[in-house]
């Protein structure tokens, strides 16, 4: 079983700009689509964005279109997800997955999560 493993959170002021990464265990890491999600206290996972496994497409919420990429590079067996003109309610714990599809809203698929990274925007 692939086992992912995130950084990059902190505290980042509003405005400002974050890079996470999610290195991957394993050489199949090329053979899942990856996600990454946030979950915010008292708050349901929220599916932020999806990539293929060739990175070919990619799909968002809305709330992050335009201020978040995700890309992969499988190579390094890592996902990452650039997160700019970050805002307070972007604050939550954020979490790589790995699935079958890069369109798994709802994490049905996935085969595997990350232990989540704390990412908190404020002032």
């Known amino acids: 079983q692939v086992h992912l493993a995130e950084a990059g959170g902190g505290l980042v002021q509003p405005g400002g700009s974050l890079r996470l990464s999610c290195q991957a265990s394993e050489r199949t890491f090329g053979d899942y689509a990856m996600l990454w999600f946030r979950q915010a206290p008292g708050k349901e996972r929220e599916f932020l964005a999806g990539?293929?496994?060739?990175?070919?497409?990619?799909d968002y919420t809305d709330s992050v279109k335009g201020r978040f990429t995700i890309s992969r590079d499988n190579a390094k067996n890592t996902v990452y997800l650039q997160m700019s003109s970050l805002k307070p309610e972007d604050t939550a714990v954020y979490y790589c997955a790995a699935s079958q599809y890069h369109t798994d809203y709802i994490g049905a698929r996935v085969k595997a999560w990350g232990q989540g990274t704390q990412v908190t925007v404020s002032s």
């Open positions: 990539i293929s496994w060739d990175a070919d497409n990619t």
